[in-house]
T-cell receptor, first 109, second 114 residues
């Protein structure tokens, strides 16, 4: 079967670093995507890991370990505008992206 | 268009009525996805199109839900005999190369069933 686990909520202060973990179980795994969604807005693509290791895009980095079925999103130098929900989405055979419940990040001053 | 366009943005209907939601993907995007999101919840996969065909319809919640895509472009999601539990935001996304896991989402259609 398929399963996806992320923390439901994370709180951090402005300027800090936060890591959002994701563990998944899916058949025919191709890679792991991360999306950001502000309240009332549409999800927007952040990053994609097809291979093991770290991908860096500005303040955001994403990591994947295929052998552990695990990934994380690392947000550095947190800003108030980073308050949003973050979703990991495994890409499985057939190019179906499965989204979980997401992690609600609250950044405090 | 510049992005994925969905209509209507808001729809209020009475229980038992049929509704049709439309998605106009980014030009040239061959893959099209429908998701449903209830308030404060995650995204529930409904259906995926590659061109005009839907390899995976397993996410459709019941036989009241159907979707089609014509000309490899516009897609419609139809909900027959709507129920209150159908109330949600219905999100459409398209992708040029879904193997990269990069989907472009529309702003969604908010459906309220009274």
């Amino acid at each position: 079967g398929q399963s996806l686990e992320q923390p439901s909520e994370v709180t951090a202060v402005e300027g800090a670093i936060v890591q959002i973990n994701c563990t998944y179980q899916t058949s025919g795994f191709y890679g792991l995507s991360w999306y950001q969604q502000h309240d009332g807005g549409a999800p927007t693509f952040l990053s994609y890991n097809a291979l093991d290791g770290l991908e860096e895009t500005g303040r955001f980095s994403s990591f994947l370990s295929r052998s552990d079925s695990y990934g994380y999103l690392l947000l550095q130098e947190l800003q108030m505008k980073d308050s949003a929900s973050y979703f990991c989405a495994p890409n499985n055979a057939g190019n179906m992206l499965t989204f979980g419940g997401g992690t609600r990040l609250m950044v405090k001053p | 268009g510049a992005g994925v366009s969905q209509s209507p943005s808001n729809k209020v209907t009475e229980k038992g009525k049929d509704v049709e939601l439309r998605c106009d993907p980014i030009s040239g995007h061959t893959a099209l996805y429908w998701y449903r999101q209830s308030l404060g919840q995650g995204l529930e996969f409904l259906i995926y199109f590659q061109g005009n065909s839907a390899p995976d319809k397993s996410g459709l919640p019941s036989d009241r839900f159907s979707a089609e895509r014509t000309g490899g472009s516009v897609s419609t999601l139809t909900i027959q005999r709507t129920q209150q539990e159908d109330s949600a935001v219905y999100l459409c996304a398209s992708s040029l190369d879904s193997s990269r896991g990069e989907l472009f989402f529309g702003e969604g259609s908010r459906l309220t069933v009274l």
